[in-house]
């Protein structure tokens, strides 16, 4: 009991120590992000700067005609326009002409005229009109590393006739890293968009990866030269490489250096280019002294707490025992599984009580839960729903519906060729796939009548387009029906056949029977087309499926429905003639 009278202070002492360190380094965290966000904003800056020099430098009209006509009139011409462009931007250190094979026709640098650089990913993009923008990348020429921003040079016509290429030193990078660091114990660096790392003071993270990189973004790296090494090594950080490589916003992140030390880090991307930035610091600075007062704070708690540890955990354990057994079957109970809803009663106390109470609710739940099953296989889950609502009572109302009859053609002949068995068995297997084929259409299925099937659109529930979803439905029978065949081909059964008709129009629709014994049904007029004109099925054997005139009427404006009228036919029972059309798919028409 002691102990737990101590344990709030125990909490409370971790509690502020664990806040003060949480607001530290959330706070260290924030400052990084917003370091981190200012140096890509500058990056992003001089990045854009150099992009427009490369622009402007390349719709000059002297590297044009040098283009046009190589030479060394023109190419000191071109030198000469550069070099007065390069002089008033300082952080660019070098331009290149190429024409259109990668040749340097003129450059800043001497040495670099002559040489072939289609092997740069630089100069493959920007030959087919799209402006790049490299990585750091260590040159081959001239040394020196830097950034390479090359730009399609266009004739009059539009044509890519070369490329120019402009590199921003590697320094003017490391120049806006260093200065926006404003404290020394703070690291800022640059990874691009392979999760290599361009820049870092530290040579031994500069140009290695954050975490292992994939064989064809090897091979790309090392064919591009970028670098100038034979592979990339992995510094084997992927939480890091996750955090920073995949974002396109600033954040923040904590994770274990190589070392084993906790780092905190702040990232930024440079909105005008795929590198993102990143300052860190080591963690300890704020946590260590944090940390050593929290432990002497709660030594002193421990060692008066530790007398009655035992007596206390024993009394804890006796409660959650129960309680945690109560939670995990009263979980079971609320996933369904009624099989490992019981709670073992153990204690004669209020737990006790708490666990046989449960277990009763459980049982009942279950047989609920059974007799809703049952329920709902005797009547419709549609009409179950309804009637456990109260929304369905004894009694009728009219509505507008569709009604689908169907049932199979010569039924007779196979019932006398096949045994009790077999029958049986065909009808559940054929009356399941056809359930199934209308109930995305919101089919409700009324009744089963031996082979025969009546399917009800537009009622209990209200629905739209009922002659459209009723005759869909339809066609989606006759291709379950379809691949219901293949399975009977198969196994050596013979194939069947069914008739499908369809009227639309109004029903009285309820509880039809008696308070003791009822069933959700719908009569009228538009109930006896839907059987006789499904009936006609049968003269027209080359039309499956046969509705009335409002089915027909409705799906006039329907294009993928082709429908044929087959004129006015008498109908058994009734005394005026009744108009009937055939439907098919319009790709079956044409």
């Known amino acids: 009991m002691l102990l737990v009278s101590l344990a709030p202070l125990l909490i409370a002492t971790y509690a502020i120590t664990y806040r003060s360190t949480e607001t530290l380094r959330q706070t260290e965290l924030e400052s990084l992000q917003q370091i981190a966000a200012n140096m890509a904003g500058r990056i992003g800056q001089i990045l854009t700067d150099s992009r427009r020099l490369a622009a402007f430098i390349a719709s000059d009209t002297s590297l044009r005609e040098l283009i046009n006509k190589p030479g060394a009139a023109n190419a000191a011409r071109a030198k000469a326009r550069m070099q007065q462009l390069l002089a008033a931007n300082p952080d660019v250190d070098l331009a290149i002409v190429m024409d259109k ?74 120049e806006i890293v260093e200065d926006e660091r404003q404290n ?159 709670c073992e009663v153990v204690r004669e106390d209020e737990i006790g009580v708490l666990a046989r109470t449960f ?64 029958v049986v068995f065909m009808l559940n297997e054929y009356l399941t796939a056809m359930a199934e084929a209308v109930k995305p259409f919101g089919g409700y299925v009324n009744n089963f009548v031996g082979d025969a099937m009546i399917v009800i659109f537009g009622a209990p529930t209200g629905q739209a387009d009922l002659e459209w979803r009723a005759v869909t439905a339809a066609f989606a029978m006759r291709e379950h029906l379809a691949l219901l065949n293949e399975r009977r081909v198969e196994r050596g059964d013979a194939p069947l056949d069914n008739g499908i008709g369809i009227a639309s129009g109004r029903v009285i629709a309820g509880q039809m029977g008696s308070p003791d014994r009822c069933i959700y049904t719908v009569i009228g007029d538009t109930v006896n087309i839907a059987a006789r004109i499904e009936g006609m099925t049968r003269d027209f054997v080359q039309h499956a499926i046969l509705v009335n005139d409002t089915v027909a009427n409705a799906l006039a404006a329907r294009p993928e429905i082709a429908v044929t009228s087959l004129g006015l036919q008498a109908v058994k029972g009734r005394q005026q003639a009744v108009a009937v059309f055939a439907v098919h798919p319009a790709a079956e028409s044409s």
């Open 359 to 422: 277990n009763q609710m459980a049982i009942t739940l279950k047989e609920r839960e059974h007799e809703r099953d049952i329920f709902g296989r005797l009547v419709s889950p549609e009409v179950r729903d309804k009637l456990i609502k109260g929304e369905l009572k004894l009694g009728g109302e009219q509505l507008r519906v569709a009604v689908l009859f169907s049932d199979i053609r010569g039924f007779t002949r196979i019932s006398e060729m096949g045994g009790a068995h077999d």
């Open 101 to 174: 094979k990668g040749d340097a026709l003129m450059a800043t640098e001497p040495t670099s005229v002559g040489r072939n650089y289609r092997f740069r990913e630089y100069f493959i993009s920007a030959i087919q009109g799209r402006p790049y923008t490299s990585g750091i990348i260590v040159g081959t020429a001239v040394g020196g590393s830097g950034v390479y921003i090359a730009h399609p040079i266009q004739d009059t016509e539009g044509l890519v006739t070369g490329i120019v290429m402009v590199r921003l030193t590697a320094t003017a990078i490391a």
């Open 184 to 342: 020394k114990s703070r690291i800022g660096y640059l990874v691009d968009h392979d999760g290599v790392v361009i820049y870092h003071p530290d040579p031994t993270w500069a140009q290695h990866s954050l975490s292992a990189l994939p064989p064809e973004t090897q091979k790309r790296i090392v064919e591009d030269r970028r670098f100038g090494k034979s592979t990339i090594e992995s510094l084997e950080l992927p939480g890091l490489d996750n955090a920073v490589t995949k974002t396109k916003n600033a954040g923040a992140i904590r994770y274990i250096a190589p070392g084993g030390m906790a780092q905190v880090a702040g990232f930024s991307p440079v909105r005008v280019h795929p590198w993102t930035v990143v300052v860190e610091a080591g963690e300890t600075a704020f946590t260590e002294p944090m940390r050593a007062l929290f432990w002497r704070s709660a030594m002193i708690v421990l060692a008066v707490a530790a007398l009655f540890a035992l007596l206390a955990w024993r009394f804890a354990l006796s409660l959650t025992r129960p309680i945690g057994a109560l939670t995990k079957s009263a979980h079971a109970l609320s996933d369904g599984n009624f099989a490992n809803a019981h």
